[in-house]
């Protein structure tokens, strides 16, 4: 099993540019997230997903959106790249939304935004 | 509701000796706890969990930790720290809003940076 993997790992865009983070997971999980990682602030969730074809906003949606077309797949896309959306950002996956659950977590993405 | 906290920005400790990370809790109801660890330029790699039962649990790599309900605590531990060791450390707790909120998100604490030294 690969369990949660992401890419590409590294990304640099300019401001205004679009670009889609692929996360795919093999566990037959049911939930997907989105977070971004920054420095004092810890993970915030940008979106998640309750199953395929469903998708609700986390925290810090503005600026991202988010499509499950298949049930291993979770994108996250950016669709006018700004520098405040510079930061690592990490898939996770869990069996359900119960709070016993463990969620794996993806390898993440580096986004620079210039 | 419910969070985590980590009142330790940085551990130092040398090699061979016993490592503390200590993570303090509050939430309703009975908590469900967790470790993650991050390596340099690496995702968040779980290391262990508290369901209900022994309060030592065992994780990955030598780490356990030690529930405490009295004193809303889940320390991590490792009796014998490595170099390898060296990493940053998440305590958490999953979501449990109510049911038309509840996204199943994870609640970080603010993480722990583990320096073992040879």
């Known amino acids: 099993n690969a369990g949660v993997t992401q890419t590409p790992k590294f990304r640099v865009l300019k401001t205004g540019q679009s670009m889609t983070l692929l996360c795919a997971q093999d566990?037959?999980?049911?939930?997907m997230y989105w977070y971004r990682q920054d420095p004092g602030m810890g993970l915030r969730l940008i979106h998640y997903s309750v199953g395929e074809g469903t998708t609700a906003k986390g925290e810090v949606p503005d600026g991202y959106n988010v499509s499950r077309l298949k049930k291993q797949n979770f994108l996250l896309g950016l669709e006018s790249a700004a520098p405040s959306q510079t930061s690592v950002y990490f898939c996770?996956?869990?069996?359900?939304?119960?709070?016993?659950?463990?969620?794996?977590f993806g390898p993440g993405t580096r986004l620079l935004v210039l | 509701a419910q969070s985590v906290a980590q009142p330790e920005d940085q551990v130092n400790v040398a090699e061979g000796n016993p490592l503390t990370v200590k993570c303090t809790y509050s939430?309703?109801?009975?908590?469900?706890l967790f470790w993650y660890v991050q390596y340099p330029n690496r995702g968040l790699q779980f290391l262990l969990k508290?369901?209900?039962?022994?309060?030592l649990v065992k994780g990955s790599y030598g780490f356990e930790a030690e529930f405490n309900k009295s004193q809303t605590s889940f320390h991590l531990k490792k009796p014998s720290a490595l170099v390898s060791d060296s990493a940053l450390y998440f305590c958490?707790?999953?979501?449990?809003?109510?049911?038309?909120?509840?996204?199943?998100?994870?609640?970080f604490g603010q993480g722990t940076t583990l320096q073992v030294k040879p």
């Open positions: 566990m037959n999980h049911e939930y």
């Open positions: 939430v309703s109801g009975n908590p469900y």
């Open positions: 958490a707790v999953r979501d449990r809003g109510g049911a038309s909120s509840n996204t199943g998100k994870l609640i």
């Open positions: 996770a996956s869990s069996f359900s939304r119960g709070i016993q659950e463990t969620q794996y």
């Open positions: 508290y369901i209900t039962g022994d309060n």
